[in-house]
């Protein structure tokens, strides 16, 4: 069953992502442009999404523990730090200059558009370069402390 139910919720996402029209770069940009031919259709995806998600976590909250897994994975972190800030303001402007975020990004490489191949290899070498910084820092955060409990 632990494999059953991402699959389903993965395919009922991405239907919903085909049919919302999230998949359209075009939709998505006449969406953000709230100052020339806005499209505000997409906000009804949106209303959609918290008409779900309000429920669902306000349900998950008053459970002790998850229906398909043995524990919740939640954030350990909940401040808004400028980490926080600099990956929303990253997406924001990817997804204004391009119309794709990472979902529907993924589901529209089926259409084998060029244009979509170098988003997602972009985005995909922008993952890998940043777990390697984080590895990096967490490496040298680890000398620190090492050589800062053999010089004591």
Known sequence: ???IAPLVCGLIFGAGLLI???VQP??????????GAWDPSLAVVMAAALAVSIPGFMLADR???PWFAGQYFRP???GIDLPLVAGAGLFGIG??????????????????SPGIVVFVAAMA??????????QS??????????AGATDG
């Open 63 to 65: 459970s002790a523990r």
């Open 95 to 112: 997804w204004g200059l391009v119309g794709l975020c990472p979902g529907p990004a993924l589901e529209s490489l089926a259409t084998l």
């Open 26 to 35: 075009t939709k998505v940009l006449g969406f953000l442009d709230i100052f």
């Open 20 to 22: 919302s029209g999230m």
């Open 137 to 146: 820092r967490l490496t040298a955060q680890r000398d620190r402390q090492l």
């Open 125 to 134: 070498a922008g993952m890998i370069a940043h777990d390697a910084w984080q």
């Open 76 to 78: 350990g972190k909940s």
């Open 1 to 3: 069953m632990w494999i």
